[in-house]
């Protein structure tokens, strides 16, 4: 017998990206949302009122907004600050992607590909979030208060 090589494709191929309308005049979105940077997943979707979105599926981007590495008080944040209706791109968790960002940021691929560039993205997200833009006097000098 012989063994047929199945090339597995990539999480890149498999983005889905869905428009969000408001379920009501009260401007309720019909997803609701998990995760986030604060709790080492990446945001998923926790409930979904259908239009292509499944739960659990991750997100990826929020109105061209790339939300990888964001808590998850930002990404709600830019959910109501987003026109309607609300462009999402997700994915669904697989082996390489799945809902652990600690897991994927310690993971080494290929310098320059879309899993490093996404890490860097990541990476970059979490800067911003972590380090912050005032330092007391005595641990830094030179920074004028």
Known sequence: MSKVAVKKLHWQSKVQETSVPLVDSSGELGIGIGGGADYGEFPFIT??????????????????????????????????SCPHPIRI???????????????????????GSA???LQQMIRENLYLRAVPCEYPKKYCPEVAL
């Open 47 to 80: 409930a979904a009122a259908g239009g292509g979105i499944t739960v659990g599926d991750i997100i990826l981007e929020i109105g061209g907004t790339p939300i990888l590495g964001l808590t998850l008080g930002d990404v709600r944040g830019l959910l109501n």
């Open 89 to 111: 791109k997700t994915v669904s968790p697989g082996s390489t992607l799945c809902r652990d960002l600690r897991l994927y940021l310690s993971k080494c691929f290929t310098l």
């Open 115 to 117: 899993d490093s560039q």
